[in-house]
């Protein structure tokens, strides 16, 4: 068993080891330095949602039968030039359970959207354009195990939380013109890769700008806390769980966004 089934297998197993200890999380209650002002009101904390944004490249051209050409000539950068494109998405998590001294620990799921288009190519032709657009959409997914380290902000009042997440990363992608999906010597150009997924970030309290408003957020609608974010991103979606040759649609990024704890 390789390295990148391991990683996945092992987010899941940790999950597993600490699922006896999330019927206490119900108990526990959340919001910027709760446990300093016990005078003040608190609702329960138990997940976390993610807006997210940022640069994405898919790693198209980096398959070993690209690797002999210039890499102008590689089919991704050939069609859709140098630059990378944009990617948006959401987040949730469970906080299952608090880890003392250290944080929450639970499960995630993520999904985003990417697309690039360009000019197509005349057929037959890698150097003339015609003026039919052809698109190129990936939509990667993952389920992980995310550790946010917010101990010193729940207590101290540092307002900076670092988080890891790791585990398996799913992606549907489909290239198309106006006439639907493109279809080459009988193959359509469309299909699903797989792949670890890995992520580490940090994210800044914004309940320390004003927390009297958060204070209040807390009390109408029972967000407990808020953050904005950075992270670095690495879903490697490529030659895993399956048998045939798959697409490699992931990519190296940073992403950004706001966070809600709720």
Known sequence: MNLK???PLGALAALTLFAPEARAQSDDTGGYLATRDPSRFDSP???AFELRFGPYRPEIDSESEFESLPEADRPFRRTFGKGKGFHFGFEFDW???RIPFVGTFGPGFGWSRSSRSAKAFVLNSTTDRSGEDTTLVIMPMYAVGVLRADY???EYGVPLVPYAKAGLGFALWSSSISTGVVTRDGVEGRGRSWGPHYALGAAFLLDVIDPSAA?????SVGVNNTYA???WMRNDLGDLLESKPQMRVGTSTW???LALEF
Request: charge should be neutral.
């Open 255 to 257: 992403v950004t966004g």
């Open 5 to 7: 089934t391991l990683v």
């Open 45 to 47: 904390q138990n997940f």
């Open 215 to 219: 204070h209040s957020m807390d009390k």
């Open 95 to 97: 906080q299952a359970v």
């Open 229 to 231: 974010y950075i992270e």
């Open 152 to 154: 010193l902000a729940r």
